[in-house]
């Protein structure tokens, strides 16, 4: 059947049976296109022309809506997925509003969503039931990196969780606010956001530690054995470090770009402020926190000490030859938490010292009464303490009420009996 102008159908031979699609090229601005007519209920192009033509008329009076639509809100901006993506990122990153190491994720996001849904995909013409079928691919999918060493190998299966994918909607559901509001798209326009089920990711308790762990740990730190020949494992501040991370709950970006001048042994305080080598979370990060009396003793030791640091930065790197921030400590945490007991690598990161240090902050006393969860929040950078109820307070087995902050081993040597005399001995050393 040769094609009709005015009807738009075509038809094509299917095993035998004439089935119908439709060309609306002409509405390819809202999305139109060589499309195939199915009726609902049904899995392939009708065969009845009736049909065929009832479920023309629909689309080209929703293709045409669209467009009345389009004129109607001044949306004269037309862009493809993929170009309008690299612009969102562009204009992201002047923004200042989000990290690199966030960008980049974004833009892997973004990335998974164009190879799906087609880079030249216009922005009006991605529906809800396009976003099902990404959303489906996304949980499916095996997205495990294979390098030319393991091409013989069998990829191992690593599908996301749900949290990840949720990272992914939201980055596309933010790609589409902006076009809204830069009149690529219809105001509202948003088939992320109108989408029913999303992914939810699963709440468990985060990895924290207790009292008397931090403190098992903390002695391993300072028993820490510095030998050039263990790469990244060794460092004149592993002790300092751990501490610091446990005893003010900061962040690990907010630690690492910690300068000498953060930290005052006069007022007492230990300061988080934007500065050259890292920016701060949000506004309410910026924020001084009490430097306890255990973490004075061991910064005051460090700072004033030979191996002190030469720089600005309090835990300075300088394996580029030039002062910077240390950016992966991970085998020098392995090489501690071995040492006390914990020999799974992994099994003891920095993110678990902000959790550990508001469940111990919550067990401390402020004028005889237990402190409030305000002050706790306001310690941590929040506005609120809904995050302490939501994410961070722990009750733990062992209660250690204080006036401070503190992990004195010499407080649990009888509870932690052997694991203590095992971190303490001379033949203990990481390999």
């Not at 190491?101 to 892997?108: A, K, Q, R, S, Y």
């Not at 690593?158 to 596309?172: I, N, Q």
């Not at 999303?198 to 008397?212: Q, S």
Request: charged content about 30%; hydrophobic content about 35%.
């Amino acid at each position: 059947m040769p094609r009709n102008r005015k009807t738009r159908l075509y038809t094509r031979q299917r095993g035998g049976v004439k089935r119908f699609y439709a060309d609306f090229r002409d509405y390819a601005d809202v999305g139109g296109g060589r499309e195939t007519l199915i009726a609902p209920g049904e899995k392939r192009a009708t065969s009845d022309p009736s049909v065929a033509q009832v479920l023309a008329a629909r689309r080209l009076e929703e293709l045409d809506a669209k467009r009345r639509g389009r004129a109607v809100h001044g949306i004269n901006k037309e862009a493809g997925l993929a170009e309008f993506a690299s612009l969102h990122l562009i204009a992201k990153a002047k923004s200042g509003t989000v990290t690199d190491d966030w960008l980049e994720c974004i833009e892997i996001f973004l990335q998974r969503a164009v190879d799906f849904l087609g880079a030249d995909r216009d922005l009006a013409s991605i529906t809800v039931e396009d976003v099902r079928q990404y959303t489906n691919y996304l949980q499916v999918t095996n997205f495990a990196k294979q390098t030319k060493e393991e091409s013989d190998k069998p990829r191992r299966v690593k599908t996301l969780t749900p949290g990840t994918v949720r990272h992914h909607l939201s980055a596309l559901s933010n790609l589409y606010r902006r076009a809204a509001s830069e009149g690529y798209v219809l105001p509202g326009f948003n088939p992320v956001a109108s989408l029913l089920e999303k992914p939810v990711a699963k709440r468990e308790e985060a990895r924290w530690l207790e009292v008397h762990e931090a403190a098992l740990l903390l002695e391993a730190a300072r028993l820490h054995e510095v030998r050039p020949d263990l790469h990244n494992t060794h460092s004149p501040f592993a002790y300092p470090l751990i501490a610091t991370f446990l005893l003010t709950g900061g962040r690990k970006s907010e630690i690492l770009g910690l300068e000498l001048e953060d930290v005052s042994f006069d007022r007492k305080t230990v300061t988080f402020r934007p500065n050259r080598w890292r920016r701060l979370k949000t506004g309410t990060s910026h924020r001084s926190v009490p430097i306890w009396p255990q973490l004075e003793e061991i910064l005051r030791e460090y700072v004033f000490g030979a191996d002190g640091p030469p720089g600005q930065l309090l835990f300075p790197s300088f394996k580029t030859g030039r002062e910077a921030m240390v950016v992966d400590f991970r085998k020098l945490l392995d090489a501690v938490a071995a040492r006390s007991g914990w020999k799974l690598p992994g099994a003891i990161r920095s993110k678990m010292f902000r959790h550990t240090y508001t469940a111990a902050r919550l067990q401390n006393l402020d004028g005889g009464a237990p402190v409030s969860e305000y002050t706790v929040a306001r310690e941590l950078g929040h506005g609120g303490h809904t995050m302490i109820h939501r994410v961070y307070g722990h009750l733990g087995q062992v209660r250690h009420r204080s006036e401070h902050v503190e992990y004195r081993v010499e407080q649990f040597e009888e509870k932690l009996g052997d694991r203590l005399i095992a971190v303490r001995s001379p033949t203990t050393m990481v390999r």
